[in-house]
């Protein structure tokens, strides 16, 4: 049986230093607080422990600023978080899919099938996926059918931290899903589905439900145990075939190769994050953020004045100095006669813009530079004309060789994919489609501006270096061959350039 046998330790414990891995980075991209707290204080109680005071590796990650531990009781300072990593996740998907890549088919049939894919939201799921890959690592895709939901087969994403894959010389072969269904306390519902093919090379997906606890898989239960996994219809060994070849659940890598895991059985096949080896760059940036808004709470105006000047309100209410609450603080001193003046000093610390602006600045660029991204991707750096593509690919030359490496792992993954839509198509729906003859192809990053292209085609045709057709190709590159045909067609009717046959007989 392919689903994993029962009452055993649950995530996979071969699976523990990637999960763990993952879910610091996850806290990273979601940037709550709390979350970076317990990643690295290495559990939700904020105690000091000896190890983290002592030093030693066990210590280490706890000094960083978002481990760092409480001392005899005192509270820590104020943490704020600058959500740089959730800005390379998002810039990340950005690059790839703002400008929706270009899928098409041999013929018309198939082309208005991937026309609705698109229109029921795929190139979302991409942009989508694209953004958590860049987060966690690597995505998976899987091809998915509900009759109850549409009539044809439709991309659904299982993120790296639910996955247990099985390679074969680097290729996937194998996946085992889980997704929590129901928590009460200590008991948790698991849904596993276990994809692989059979000895045919049919794809076949196996699901199981599953009552344990978190940390042990627990028994198997019945699948209509839980309204999630009722309207299942697998056969008698919990089976349903997808009826086409090949595996129905694809992986994309964010970049590769991966260092953290290079000698991991299975991590060595995984993607790396975009925030592999930038986290104490990104902690010290919190650090450096958190330092500045500390400056500007310390360095609000205060005056100290002495006792001796409090308005006395009577037995047990105190006294009060009738200035405003905001700027002044008493303390219990006694006015010495040799100094005239009233006892009241202002104090107000110095706030260190320039030294805080500078040493965040240099962070971030480092994180940026590191993750593989140019400053300008993220609209810095000033501009002072209108640019040409050629000018923007190269002041963002380094984000988009990275967009190209991506590029390389999402389009042979996409493509596979979409073609396994088309089969379970063909093969559940008899749907009358064409999965062969498939092309999947990014959009250029960064397209020149109509009025660019204009121009440029105004110098080829005074040159007399192109033809009509070739100049509507190159004004709309979007266009297919049928379009710039009919664009054509009419730019030489309104010149006046073509001649109708003689012989042909009109009404």
């Known amino acids: 049986m392919p689903l994993p046998q029962a009452n055993t330790s649950w995530p996979p414990k071969e699976l523990s230093p990637i999960l763990d891995q993952i879910s610091t980075w996850n806290a990273w991209y979601v940037g709550n607080p709390e979350r ?9 109680q ?41 800005d390379l996740a998002v810039a990340s998907a950005d690059l790839l899919f703002s400008e929706p890549p270009v899928i098409t088919a041999g013929d018309k049939t198939t082309q208005d099938h991937i026309t609705g894919y698109v229109d029921d939201g795929l190139l979302t799921g991409f942009a989508e996926a694209a953004e958590i890959s860049a987060a966690l690592g690597g995505v998976y895709l899987r091809a998915t059918w509900d009759q109850k939901l549409a009539q044809h087969a439709f991309i659904s994403r299982v993120d790296a931290d639910a996955a247990l894959p099985t390679f074969r010389w680097g290729r996937l072969v194998a996946v085992t899903f889980w997704h929590v269904v129901h928590q009460d306390n200590n008991t948790v519902l698991r849904h596993v589905e276990a994809h692989e093919t059979d000895s045919l090379g049919i794809g076949v997906v196996f699901h199981g439900l599953y009552q344990g606890t978190p940390d042990n898989l627990g028994r198997q239960i019945p699948l209509s145990e839980h309204p999630s996994t009722t309207g299942l219809q697998v056969d008698a060994d919990s089976k349903i075939s997808t009826l086409t070849p090949g595996l129905d659940v694809v992986y ?7 260092r ?64 405003d609450r905001e700027i002044w603080s008493s303390v219990n001193a006694i006015q010495r006669t040799d100094q005239p003046g009233l006892p009241i000093e202002q104090v107000q610390f110095a706030i260190r813009v320039e030294e805080h602006k500078a040493t965040a600045d240099a962070l971030l660029e480092q994180i940026r530079r590191t993750a593989g991204y140019s400053a300008q991707t993220f609209a810095e750096g000033q501009v002072t004309h209108q640019q040409t593509a050629t000018e923007v690919t190269a002041r963002e030359r380094r984000s988009y060789l990275t967009r190209d490496r991506k590029v390389r792992a999402w389009q042979p993954a996409a493509r596979t994919l979409i073609k396994k839509l088309l089969e379970i198509d063909k093969a559940v729906f008899n749907a009358n489609v064409n999965p062969d003859d498939l092309v999947f192809q990014f959009a250029d990053g960064v397209q020149e501006s109509p009025e660019t292209l204009a121009r440029t085609a105004t110098l080829l045709k005074q040159a007399e270096a192109a033809s009509v057709k070739t100049l509507v190709q190159f004004v709309h590159p979007e266009w297919d ?20 046959n003689p012989f042909e007989l009109t009404e």
């Open 481 to 500: 061959d049928t379009a710039v045909e009919a664009e054509t067609q009419l730019i030489l009717q309104e010149r006046g350039n073509t001649v109708e």
């Open 252 to 258: 994309v890598p964010n970049q590769t190769p991966n």
């Open 260 to 323: 953290l895991w290079r000698t991991d059985p299975i991590g060595t096949n995984l993607g790396r994050s975009d925030y592999d080896g930038v986290e104490p760059l990104m902690d010290a940036l919190d650090e450096t953020w958190s330092s500045w808004i500390r400056d500007l709470r310390l360095g609000k105006a205060r005056l100290i004045a002495a006792d001796s000047l409090l308005e006395d309100k009577g037995p047990g209410k105190g006294s009060v100095l009738d200035l």
């Open 36 to 44: 970076l707290e317990k990643a690295y204080r290495s559990g939700s």
């Open 46 to 86: 904020a105690k000091t422990r000896p190890s983290q005071l002592a030093g030693g590796v066990v210590g280490k990650v706890s000094r960083w600023w978002w481990g760092r531990p409480q001392v005899d009781g005192k509270s820590t300072p104020a943490k704020l978080h600058i959500p740089a990593a959730a």
